[in-house]
């Protein structure tokens, strides 16, 4: 190991010279890197197809059914910022290694098994994988030339909304004609694909970042998540005013203000608090919150909509494959667009970006409202709201790598993720109160109304239009301190040897 490199000398080069990068082929090595995004972003909607099947199929509740999604997200929301840090600070290759041998692991135990309680450990340990995302856009800003990193970033952050698209149609096929075995036994063998690629043509990057890592730190911050995320998640099964839901809420406020107090006493936080309050990263994880929350009320309505029988008077009863079919296009919507929102970035900053795309995604669901009777007028609304996205996943990296240090790019970008999640939590919270109680009885059974769907969209558009307000508040060039040490100063970048 040499000497510790000087604080703003080496960020700097890091962050836009002519430093030519070290990676050997870099259309692989960002081909690959984005690939595993899009597999680790697969795995947050494959079961969904499947959720109506599994009581069934398994023995056990829809209640129990449910948590096949829920503990996805746990365990993404704990892992994401965590594994991010541990990037940091001990090599991010190593830790995205490791995380695609735990999806592989997941994957595989899905695979064997029908018990729930297994297939619930299974599902866990594939949301861990979340981490592979902000592991991979920070393994790009080390490794990449820098006339590259804008573009291969905004790939690299779109696959998370990429994969949600196409994966709910490919579980969909899996589903109406192969075992349902298959699509995890499918799962692992790219997890393992993954891998093999990734040690072929991913370096592992030299720089870390000194000290100890904060271990209550980071079970602090766990403990929150899951209070907030459990309560948000349940909500609806046990009861928004149940003494649970209450205690955990409470309980998410209590340990999060424990936390931050314990953060900024600490030299070498899980997750920098100080840095975090910047306005330009500040606001870009309130908007990054906002644009997880208008994404996700897409992906949830759109298939469960065009499936509806044609009794309630709007639905089109289309099958479960068609329903999945509707948000393909806006996943090949979102690969296009990625190397447009990065040119967008390079001219105009990020922030316009951003606040495009926030004002795309609220016209993409007044597109929505209108035309909730036509197939194809609702996938070119459903597209609309997925090139929104895409400008947005693409533009967020980049403010925040802009506005933190390079010894924090790991962590804050994990962070960024994690704010999408919770976005999405809410989202699915909100979604499932409104079309469960805004019904009506067709054929002996509840079925959401038009206008369930309609206030969704209604909602939806306002939270995009709150994201592009928070986004109008970051500031206008961001802060200098791109790659400088830590405001304490104990963070510095050491270099190793790949």
Not at 75 to 85: E, H
Not at 129 to 158: H, K, Q, T, W
Not at 181 to 193: I, K, Q, R, Y
């Amino acid at each position: 190991m040499s000497p510790a490199i000087p604080g703003p000398a080496e960020p700097t080069a890091l962050a836009g010279s002519d430093e030519p990068g070290r990676a050997a082929h870099p259309r692989m090595f960002v081909g690959v890197l984005a690939f595993c995004g899009v597999v680790v972003a697969v795995m947050q909607t494959l079961v969904v197809p499947l959720l109506p099947h599994v009581p069934a199929l398994t023995g056990s509740t829809p209640a129990a059914a449910s948590w096949l999604v829920t503990v996805t997200l746990l365990t993404g929301a704990v892992c994401t910022p965590v594994l991010g840090r541990v990037g940091d600070m001990y090599g991010k290759r190593r830790v995205l290694v490791a995380a695609l041998g735990v999806l592989v692991v997941g994957s595989v135990l899905c695979a064997v098994s029908s018990q729930i309680g297994v297939l619930i450990a299974g599902r866990a340990l594939q949301g861990a994988a979340l981490a592979v995302v902000p592991l991979g856009i920070s393994i790009m800003r080390d490794e990449l030339p820098p006339a590259r990193v804008l573009s291969s970033v905004a790939l690299m952050s779109s696959t998370l909304g990429i994969g949600a698209a196409v994966g709910l149609p490919i579980a969909a096929f899996v589903i109406e004609h192969y075992n349902w075995h298959t699509m995890f036994w499918a799962s692992a063998g790219l997890g393992v694909l993954d891998i093999v690629l990734v040690l072929i043509f991913v370096p592992e990057s030299p720089l870390r970042t000194r000290g100890r890592f904060d271990a209550l730190g980071a079970l602090g911050l766990s403990g929150a998540l899951v209070c907030l995320l459990l309560a948000t998640t349940q909500g609806g099964e046990w009861g928004w005013g149940s003494a649970r839901v209450i205690g955990l809420f409470v309980a998410a406020v209590v340990i999060g203000l424990v936390w931050g107090r314990y953060e900024l006493g600490v030299s070498s936080p899980m997750v920098d608090l100080r840095v975090s309050a910047r306005p330009a990263v500040l606001f870009a994880n309130l908007a990054a919150l906002f644009i997880g929350f208008a994404f996700y009320a897409n992906s949830l309505s759109t298939a469960q909509m065009v499936q509806e029988p044609k009794d309630t008077g709007y639905g089109l009863g289309a099958s479960i494959v068609v329903g999945g079919l509707c948000l393909l296009p806006g996943g090949l919507s979102m690969v296009a667009l990625s190397p447009v929102s990065a040119r967008l970035s390079a001219r105009y900053g990020p922030k316009f970006t951003l606040a495009l795309a926030s004002g795309v995604l609220a016209v993409g669901y007044l597109v929505r409202f209108f035309t909730s009777h036509s197939l194809w007028l609702i996938i070119v609304g459903a597209t609309v709201v997925a090139s929104g996205t895409a400008l947005a996943y693409s533009a967020l990296p980049s403010l925040v790598m802009r506005a933190v240090p390079v010894s924090e790019t790991g962590a804050a970008n994990g962070l960024n993720t994690l704010m999408r999640s919770v976005g999405q939590a809410f989202c699915s919270a909100v979604v499932a109160a409104v079309l469960a109680n805004v019904t009506l009885q067709v054929g002996g059974r509840t079925a959401p109304t038009l206008h369930a769907y309609l206030l969704v969209f209604l909602i939806a558009g306002a939270v995009a239009l709150a994201a592009l307000a928070v986004t109008l508040c970051i500031p206008g060039k961001t802060s200098a301190a791109a790659g400088s040490v830590g405001e304490r100063g104990t963070k510095v970048l050491v270099r190793e040897d790949a």
